[in-house]
């Protein structure tokens, strides 16, 4: 069992995606359970959950390191859209017009919370070998990112 350590200062703001086929339901509490499964203490490991319908629902607290990039998870606010995988079982941008929308909404918000912190995904840190989150988060916000001062 592993303890749970608070959260130190945010650096980054980084995307995943659930890694799930687009149209399967999947909510923070199956992701939550997942997680506990194998054996995170702290259940869902991402801050932020964003459904297909644009739903936004909380995971772990922010004052908690999540459990979804290792090595840096006390500098980093997770956030997950549900989907990654296409029909055909590839993984893909699966995001629908009312997650992209919660995604930025989301973003912006946390930007406000996190002046400095810059929006990445998952993929872009070191040795990542997967795809996650299947799209170049720090270009699509780039306009967010933007907002960082020097
Ligand atoms: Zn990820």
């Given at each position: 069992m592993k303890t749970l350590l608070p959260m130190k200062d945010v650096q980054f703001l980084v995307l995943h995606c659930s890694a799930t086929r687009v149209g399967q339901k999947v909510t923070v509490k199956d992701i939550d359970r997942w997680h506990r499964a194998r054996g995170w203490s702290g259940g869902c490991?991402?801050?932020?959950?964003?459904?297909?319908?644009g739903t936004i629902q909380a995971g772990r607290p922010e004052a908690l390191a999540g459990s979804h990039v290792r090595h840096y998870n006390q500098h980093t606010i997770g956030i997950c859209y549900v989907g990654g995988i296409n029909e055909k079982g590839q993984y893909a941008d699966t995001r629908t017009p009312a997650q992209k929308a919660a995604l930025h909404f989301l973003l912006k918000d946390l930007k406000e919370s996190y002046p400095k912190a810059k929006i990445c995904g998952h993929r872009?840190?070191?040795?990542?070998?997967?795809?996650?989150?299947?799209?170049?988060?720090?270009?699509?916000y780039a306009d967010l990112n933007a907002l960082s001062p020097e």
């Open positions: 490991g991402y801050h932020w959950v964003v459904l297909q319908d872009d840190f070191p040795n990542v070998r997967k795809l996650c989150p299947c799209f170049d988060a720090a270009k699509e």
